[in-house]
């Protein structure tokens, strides 16, 4: 009889690139939770993240912002005593959360994945300048003006170029990126 | 004289200017060729593998390739540029199948990836390429006693790549010493500085630059040198507002290593792209050099 592919088991699924054990050598011991600088922010710890996964628990998984709090240190990899490259895991619960396009609201972290994306299919560079401001509206009015006076004082010094850099063969640039994604619309 | 191949990545295109003079004036002092990849690609960044994992790895093979057609090795200044290519690099070599998938997209940009070179950052190029011997040899204006945080950061030594120890490292700390600063004990060297989590997550990523700048102070440094664009952008630029958010009154200069070293090889700041910073190293630097 065919079934379908468990949660924990789609998750194994989109480690596809990652070295290292797979999830369910996990012994629970919170090492990648304690080294983690992140986890304070985190609603469940990596450890916590991981149980929850190896129990199923789809639904709570993807309503967490644990692994948008991942800036991928990769410290949790290299001490995880199982071998288990728990960032990588981030990445890919970022994937599918992306690809199921469920996420907790008011997470900025989905869109600016999004946007950063488009704009390297687009121009083949990322330009921070011009993908910050649509981000510095989240941040709070303290937030706002202080995102202001840094933005200032980087372009007073010379720091924030108005022009976007591109590559410079973008046709055949982007047929190779319409070669992988290939729905994706060629220039 | 060596020649590399150069990836600048795009923050030293923009806010990291000063990364990319610097760097090219000190290989060129210390008698090294940095040739820029004509058309290099951004190499995806973290934001690009929250998308797809192919995609992020046929953005790098893009660079990779171009540097095979060069027969050179690829350089880069950015930890995490360099972390990027130098996975995809490994991945695509021990993976016939997925360099196959990669290489038919590459043929529409006339290039071929087939795992002939390496990848390194430029400090590990600087440090066991050219040497801290003859480093020395070459300091004309030791950094008398500067103190200095050597701030590794993350993507340099993490994930393990053929780098023996990477939880106590201490390469920086040499290079440090071999340009005639003193590179202070200083804890959080391999902490996060919170990466792009500056942007989405911003009270936690300037709690994470807060605990590296105070443990920086406490140990009495002068000045932090980094070795990644976005450790110096965070550590740095965003210091007024770490202040503002927690009542602090950091005041810490940040500069890129290749900065200092260009100082100890003589170089004139002007040309180091010293003189840019929001906090200025002013001070620090005038007892020093």
């Not at chain 1, 129990?55 to 290299?78: G, I, M, Q, R």
């Not at chain 2, 150069?6 to 806010?15: A, D, Q």
């Not at chain 2, 020395?136 to 994930?159: D, E, F, I, S």
Request: aromatic share 8%; net charge positive.
């Amino acid at each position: 009889m065919i079934t379908r592919p468990s949660f924990s088991q789609e998750v194994a699924n989109l480690l596809y690139a990652a070295e290292g054990s797979p999830l369910l050598v996990c012994m629970q011991c919170g090492t990648c939770s304690s080294t983690c600088p992140a986890a304070p922010f985190m609603d469940h710890s990596p450890r916590a993240i991981i149980a929850m996964i190896a129990a199923d628990l789809k639904e709570e998984v993807l309503a967490s912002n644990a692994f948008w709090y991942c800036a991928s240190c990769y410290s949790c990899t290299v001490r995880c005593p199982r071998g288990i490259n728990i960032a990588d895991m981030m990445y890919g619960l970022k994937r599918y959360s992306l690809w199921r396009n469920q996420y907790p609201q008011g997470l900025i972290g989905p869109d600016f994945s999004r946007r950063f994306a488009r704009m390297i299919v687009r121009t083949g560079k990322s330009f921070e300048p011009a993908l910050a401001p649509a981000f510095i509206f989240h941040a709070g009015l303290r937030g706002l003006l202080g995102e202001m006076r840094t933005a200032l004082a980087l372009f007073l010094k010379g720091r924030l170029p108005l022009i976007p850099s591109r590559v410079k063969r973008a046709k055949n640039f982007r047929r190779m990126l319409s070669r992988i994604i290939p729905l994706a619309r060629p220039a | 004289m060596k020649t590399y191949a150069y990836f600048p990545g795009c923050s030293l295109e923009s806010m990291a200017a000063s990364y990319h003079l610097s760097t090219i004036e000190t290989a060129r002092a210390l008698g090294i060729e940095l040739k820029e990849l004509e058309d290099w690609n951004c190499c995806g960044a973290t934001a690009y593998f929250h998308i797809d994992e192919i995609l992020a790895h046929t953005l790098c093979a893009r660079n990779l390739a171009m540097a095979e057609k060069e027969h050179l090795d690829l350089v880069a200044p950015c930890s995490g540029c360099y972390k990027n290519m130098y996975f995809t690099n490994a991945h695509l070599k021990k993976d016939a199948d997925l360099a196959e998938h990669i290489n038919l997209a590459l043929s529409e940009d006339n290039l071929q990836f087939s795992g002939t070179i390496g990848v390194h950052h430029v400090i590990e190029v600087f440090v066991h390429g050219v040497g801290l011997e003859e480093i020395k040899r070459r300091v004309t204006h030791p950094l008398k006693g500067l103190r200095v945080a050597p701030y590794y950061g993350c993507q340099l030594m993490r994930p393990r790549k053929d780098h023996e120890d990477i939880e106590g490292p201490h390469f920086f700390e040499e290079l440090l010493a071999a340009i005639g600063a003193v590179p202070v004990s200083y804890p959080p060297k391999l902490r996060c500085c919170g990466g792009s989590l500056i942007i989405t997550h911003r009270k936690a990523a300037l709690s994470m630059v807060r605990d590296l700048l105070q443990s920086a102070v406490q140990q009495e440094a002068e000045v932090i040198a980094t070795i990644c664009p976005l450790c110096q952008i965070n550590l740095e630029c965003y210091q007024s507002q770490v202040n503002r958010e927690f009542g602090t009154e950091l005041s810490l200069p940040v500069l890129y290593f290749t900065q200092l070293l260009g100082l100890a090889l003589g170089i004139p700041a002007k040309r180091l792209g010293i003189g840019s910073e929001l906090v200025s190293p002013e001070l620090a630097l005038a007892s020093c050099c």
